[in-house]
């Protein structure tokens, strides 16, 4: 059984910083791009972050300079190091794991961002 489980969120003001973890189960971590989403109310969801196999990483241009995507093989852990967080950076945070037609999904973990 696949498993993703976010953990990180919660509330931060304006400039502040939070890092968002995925541990995931149930994959071979090593060769599913993984990828961080977000979706705030009333919008669609959107890719915010991702990191390949080999470790490539791109990000959406809204967040270039203030997150940082990583993860540790060891400990089948993905991170969103998020810096300069903003009020519209607020939204429910999610996990993915792909590969090939193989798409899993983590519970979603929310960022709010306010003073």
């Known amino acids: 059984q696949v498993q993703l489980v976010e953990s990180g969120g919660g509330l931060v003001q304006p400039g502040g910083s939070l890092r968002l973890s995925c541990a995931a189960s149930?994959?071979?971590?090593?060769?599913?791009?993984m990828g961080w989403y977000r979706q705030a109310p009333g919008k669609q969801r959107e890719l915010v972050a991702s990191?390949?196999?080999?470790?490539?990483?791109s990000y959406a241009d809204s967040v270039k300079g203030r997150f940082i995507i990583s993860r540790d093989l060891s400990k089948n852990t993905v991170y969103l190091e998020m810096n300069r967080l903003k009020p519209e950076d607020t939204a429910v945070y999610y996990c993915?794991?792909?590969?090939?037609?193989?798409?899993?999904w983590g519970q979603g973990t929310q960022v709010t961002v306010s003073s």
């Open positions: 149930g994959i071979i971590f090593s060769i599913y791009g």
């Open positions: 993915n794991a792909a590969l090939r037609r193989r798409d899993y």
């Open positions: 990191i390949t196999s080999g470790d490539s990483t």
